[in-house]
């Protein structure tokens, strides 16, 4: 569950272009210092990844993977 309002976009398929794939997302409060990702894949928006926390500021890269890539406002990647 998630508090409102939330965002959602739907991302091209991968592309070699510049600038291609990527979204932003706002966050409209830094009270809890983090977003929550919800991933949903293909045509039929089958759930891939549910709900995982991305730290205020960090960016996420998706990669037909389980799990997100997280780097960190400093650079830093984590898990």
């Given at each position: 569950?998630f508090?409102?309002?939330?965002?959602?976009?739907?991302?091209?398929?991968?592309?070699?272009?510049?600038?291609?794939?990527p979204?932003?997302?706002?966050?409209?409060?830094?009270?809890?210092?983090?977003?929550?990702?919800?991933?949903?894949?293909?045509?039929d928006?089958?759930?891939?990844?549910?709900?995982?926390?991305?730290?205020?500021?960090?960016t996420?890269?998706?990669n037909?993977?389980?799990?997100?890539?997280?780097?960190?406002?400093?650079?830093?990647?984590f898990?």
């Amino acid at each position: 569950m998630f508090l409102s309002p939330a965002t959602k976009k739907f991302l091209a398929p991968f592309s070699e272009a510049v600038g291609a794939d990527p979204a932003k997302f706002p966050l409209w409060t830094h009270k809890n210092g983090f977003g929550v990702i919800t991933v949903f894949k293909g045509a039929d928006k089958t759930l891939y990844i549910e709900n995982d926390r991305l730290p205020a500021g960090a960016t996420a890269y998706y990669n037909n993977k389980p799990n997100l890539r997280m780097i960190g406002f400093d650079g830093k990647e984590f898990n």
